[in-house]
């Protein structure tokens, strides 16, 4: 199948494009946003994240290319010997100002970084679709006791998918269902996850961008009012469940470990864990006066 | 991958159902591999083995579902995201007769029924390309001999009668949908009418099969230089050279090289291809196998839309007779298998049809890379749609220059079908071939190109139908689409179905279509409802989006036949 091609990163030779203005030299088979300065250079990015190649489906990072008709998403495009890249004119901006006001005026992107900036800078009033847009809103999925799964935050970016598909976790527990504006992730006929093949790697929850997937714990933090991102500290440290020597960060509010995240660019977990490192962190703070 | 299923067995008619498609199970291991061509997996055979289960229970059940992941190994949820994605099949449980009744633009310009006034029973369909019977519908009856009925000319009784669980007389002849048949200065309809179109001893008396020993003589870049020279375009919407996209597949080191012919023909007002197919299916099959003696493709398939039962029994007809001719398989090396779509118009997007055939979602891919460098299964391909191929035979035998195209004309014609003309037609010409305006009639517009083309007016009415005019007048002839509308018309009704379109159509990968879709539509509906003018202006923001930034034509070109609209016509204004 051919879901995504992986750049080959084998820097035999250089090629040399204009971004902006200015002439770039970057190895063959770098992307676009790479050849910008990668990730927070300037150029939005929704769909792209840290470990799994994209599926450049937000289209908030467009730029324009000379010579093509339509804008090329910089999160996939390769750079090309001679191109010509403007990564700001009234296409690319309006571009990505119609990305964030679809977005926003659909799916609730309270929990997604740089929105709020993103949305200025672009000029971006979701509000102007009126009241009566359709949205995504719908009831958050809670049927196990590790995480929870509020699509009505969903962007569909795939990145769950194939972090538990084909590019880590070979489960292919949920997959895109439906099409156009009602396509979902799903489980098939939506089964509780208890009922389907979910291994609770949570590896789904590490890529997912926009909070749509949530340990419980979290979760029900959230709901109650608890949950203080400022009065938390994150400790890295490795997995000792088994051999392999999984990095692990935990997240400790109050002293106690509110949740498991992986680094991404850990060589060996690319931010990924089973359900042991992601969610066996109880044992380590069941306190004396607590057993 | 840990396959886990809820263990209960498919029903009796669930199973006989998949085996038909898969082969029985062995006993114990399901993870058989058998040989056919060159394939890794089986997982091609999903989106048949879906039909299968479809045709036979009339929906697809949760066990079916386990049941062909078991024989796949594939996960249930990715099997269950591929079924979801096509309309013409249900996850929920419904009775085995199903009554889909066209609302799309030419059945309901001709006074069929719009979404909302169907009765119970009945789906509303988009357009089934018979609109030269305008207004139609697509009757299925489940089962083990499952039937499937196209009608032409449908009246509300009809659709009452046969929602309630009758079934429509047998069409009439292929021929009837050709209102030049027989007319001897044809080239690509030559043949239609002539004889029975499933007559192979017919057909090679009529002259068939020597275009095909010519291109022998000449060998793939003979070939090539011939399709070259007679300046033949896609006639698929895209208008891409043909030769050259032969010599980018032909020079490919990869191998094996695969040929796709495109018949997934779901362009609102389309139905050429399906006119072509059931009048003339060798004339496909020896231009395919040309097209594959010149790009070195061993195997060619034909993605046929769902909805065309007709012209799919006639090519399975027409394949095994030229296969028990030595005419096709075997020693020839090339063979070809027919894929039926099951209701997805994006299906018909090059590489969508790839991921399609393959058991995938049928959502576009990124290109680059193109087909010609990676395409089905990763190979080297060729897509050509089926009139382009139709093409190839006589510029072969006699060296034309491909100056001859298809029209499909609906609406308020006298005489609407497919009709052959040379390029350079106005028009107004174009419209007195198929016997003018019908009486009382005057023009208000004319969809050019279908649901993705545009609107002309009145005043276009010396237009030459060529590329360059109509890329000049920024309109297009896509695939072949004239819809001629008359002052019966509601053309903001046809602008809010087209919007409606799109939104169902939209494969949802991308944001800028899958929201955008949707934020046009809403717009539309706001402004036929008389609101506010600012929505204009909307539109326009939301067009100029999905023009610019949508991942395929779907989504680029969702906003054409509107804004051609309000440009053009004023409608709204
Ligand atoms: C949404 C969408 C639907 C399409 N549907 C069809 C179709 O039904 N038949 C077809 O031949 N081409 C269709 N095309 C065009 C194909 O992508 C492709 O250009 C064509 O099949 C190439 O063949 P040609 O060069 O012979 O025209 C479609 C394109 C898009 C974007
Ligand atoms: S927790 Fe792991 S197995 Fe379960 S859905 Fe997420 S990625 Fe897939
Ligand atoms: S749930 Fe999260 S990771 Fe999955 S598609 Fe939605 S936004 Fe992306
Ligand atoms: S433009 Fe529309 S149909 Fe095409 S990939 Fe995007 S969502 Fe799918
Ligand atoms: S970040 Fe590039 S398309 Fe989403």
Redesign the pocket.
Known sequence: MSRSTTPSHDAESTVTLSIDGTDVSVPEGTTLLDACGGKGCGIPTLCYGDTITPKNACRVCMVEVEGSRVLVPSCSRQAEQGMVVRTRSQRVDHARKMVLEFLGSSVDLSLTDHITEWNAEYGADPGRYGADAQTVAQPVKIDNDLYVRDYAKCILCYQCVDACGEQWQNSFVIDIAGRGFAAHVSTENDVPLPDSACVYCGNCIQVCPTGALMFKTEHDMREAGSWQPDHQTTTDTICAFCGVGCNLTLHVQDNTIVKVSSPPDSPITHGNLCIKGRFGFQHAQNRPDET | MDLKTRGEPPSADELAAVDAVLGAAPDRDLHDVTGGHSLRNRRHLLLPALHAVNDRVGWISQRAIDYIAERLDASPAEIYGVASFYALFSLTERPAHQVHVCVDLACRANGGPAEGDLPAGAHASPCLGACERAPAAFVIDAGATPSQAVAGHVTAVQVRQWSDGDGPDPEAAPAAAVPQAGDRSLVLLARVGRGDPLDLDGYIADGGFRALAKARELGPVGVIAAVDASGL??????????GR?WEAVRSQPATPHYL????????PG?FK?RVLIENDPYALIEAMTIAALATDCAYGYIYL?GEYPRAFATLLHALTTSRDRGLLGGETGFDIAVVKGAGA?????????FNSIEGYRGE?RNKPPFPFEVGLFGQPTV???????INIPSIVLDGRPANRRLFCLSGAVKVPGVYETELGLTLGELIELAGGLRDGSELQAVLLGGA?GGFAGPADLDLVLDQDSTRAAGLTLG?GVVMVHDQSVDLIDQLTRIAAFFRD?SCGQCVPCRVGTVRQEEAIERLAAGASTGDLDLLRDIGQAMKDASI???G??AHNAIETAIVRLGVFS
Request: aromatic share 4%; with cysteine.
């Open positions: 375009t896609g006639r698929g919407g895209a208008a891409f050279p043909t996209k796709v012919c495109n018949a997934d023909e779901s362009e389309t291809d839309r118009y994006i299906c018909g997007e090059e590489t969508a049809i576009p897509v050509n749609n089926v009139e382009t191929l993705a695939s159509e395929c034509g779907l680029q070109t």
